[in-house]
């Protein structure tokens, strides 16, 4: 027998071999981009490493939007992943579409993976649990707004500390513009930041249903007084300076990075940007102003972020692994470095200890406020969260009537009824396609 015959047997056995214990491929769908993406790969790459008998393939897929479109045509297709990233205005959908998740709590239970749903902090687990408190997705980038200020601008304004309520926000701004500032502050996420967290804040409802999480039938409420009031506020100091609007989602943002505001609402996640963006300049990190007209001692705010659901029509195995992961994501040392290096929320109370441990938050001062604002209350029905169908849509609604009124062409009462009314066409049309 000739050699070259000895060493095709020898790759075949190797081959067959190998095989034999081949690992069990798990594909996650992903929406996180640049070094967030960077990271992703990296926990895929340690827990694939941890163990013999899975690897996770992360694929990203670009936006949200995106990647929740692709997950949905892949399911149609038959080719869809077995876990995939979706943000948190799209829970409804997943909620809806009953065929094709598999609760997390069930998958789980299936696969006799240790699961403790109280380890999770309820106010980032609230948001994907059902009314008897069953999770149906695994948080994984859960954020929630912050305020961030400029410490140097403040000096300079003779400004002391941050403020706490919306009072104090008009008076912080008056003494800013008057010490040259151009503008006291701006947002980003306007729908996020100033219509669903400044109901969770002061606790009053979006809509009723318990905000969308008790079902169908939902009426939207954010044309309210308090929302009114809040609204034409905003416009007013618009007109004055006092408040800039930059833009949708976080094109706000510049406005914070070169200065010219000296306050902004944005997400917890937003930190790493703010420092790349503002090298040598003082940034604190402050809890969202309340009114203090409104309620006494502010609400949590809500989360903003994804989860990752787990999709059907996969073999045991794979979804043995995906139970495994699960786990393994959910440790407090994975947990803990995800949440530093991101500015994203630990998902487990064991997590934010450890953080606390390492001494990460002395060593970062401001970087534990969003925890703080998020756990230092029992959520309510109003700031557990919202949950609405077409949520998407209605947010691009909400932006189109909050700029009619930053432009001085729609009063804040005419534009949130012109919302509240076009809003609930988007959840009488979810409902339809859910029949």
């Known amino acids: 027998m000739s050699i070259k015959h000895l060493t095709g047997i020898a790759v075949a056995a190797a081959l067959i071999s190998t095989g034999a214990h081949a690992k069990t491929e798990v594909e996650w769908w992903h929406a996180m981009g640049g070094t967030l993406g960077q990271k992703v790969n990296e926990i895929a790459v340690d827990f694939n490493a941890s163990q013999s008998e899975y690897e996770i393939k992360p694929v990203f897929k670009g936006s949200y939007a995106e990647t929740m479109t ?77 305020m961030y200020y400029n410490k140097d601008m403040f000096t300079k304004a003779g400004i002391e500390s941050a403020p706490t309520t919306w009072k104090e926000m008009e008076q912080a701004s008056r003494k800013l513009l008057a010490s040259g500032a151009k503008c006291g502050f701006t947002t980003t996420w306007q729908s996020w930041t100033q219509i669903e967290n400044f109901g969770a804040r002061n606790n009053i409802p979006v809509a009723t249903e318990n905000n969308g999480f008790g079902g169908f039938n939902t009426e939207f409420k954010f044309n309210a007084s308090p929302y009114v009031k809040h609204v034409e506020r905003l416009g007013e100091w618009s007109k004055e300076g006092l408040f800039k609007y930059g833009g949708r989602q976080s094109d706000g943002m510049p406005l914070f990075y070169t200065q010219e505001c000296a306050m902004t609402m944005g997400s917890s996640a937003s930190l790493a940007g703010i420092q790349e963006n503002m090298k040598g300049i003082n940034v604190g990190v402050a809890q969202l102003p309340y009114d203090d007209e409104l ?75 969003a925890v703080i604002q998020m756990t230092s209350t029992e959520p309510t029905e109003n700031s557990k969260g919202v949950r609405f169908g077409n949520f998407l849509q209605t947010r691009d609604i909400i932006n189109e009537e ?34």
């Open 70 to 146: 692709s997950a949905i045509a892949a399911f149609r297709a038959k080719e869809q992943p077995a876990i995939v990233q979706v943000f948190e205005v799209g829970t409804a959908t997943m909620m809806g579409a009953e065929q094709a998740i598999y609760p997390v709590y069930e998958l789980m239970e299936d696969t006799k993976e240790p699961f403790n749903p109280e380890s999770y902090l309820s106010a980032v687990t609230g948001y994907y649990t059902t009314n008897d408190g069953h999770m149906l997705s695994m948080p994984f980038n859960s954020s929630t707004p912050v």
């Open 295 to 369: 309620i006494a001692k502010p609400q949590n705010t809500i989360i903003g972020g994804a989860s990752l659901w787990v999709l059907r029509g996969h073999s045991s195995e794979e979804y043995k692994g995906v139970a495994k992961f699960f786990s393994y994501l959910s440790s407090p040392e994975v947990q803990a470095d995800w949440h530093q290096f991101t500015g994203y929320l630990p998902i487990t109370k064991q997590a934010y200890e450890l953080t606390k441990e390492q001494g990460f938050y002395k060593a970062n001062p401001g970087t534990d406020t």
């Open 402 to 435: 909050l700029e009619a009124v930053w432009a001085g062409n729609a009063s804040a009462k005419s534009a949130l009824n012109n919302a509240v009314r076009r809003g609930n066409e988007q959840l009488r049309r979810f409902e339809r396609t859910q029949k």
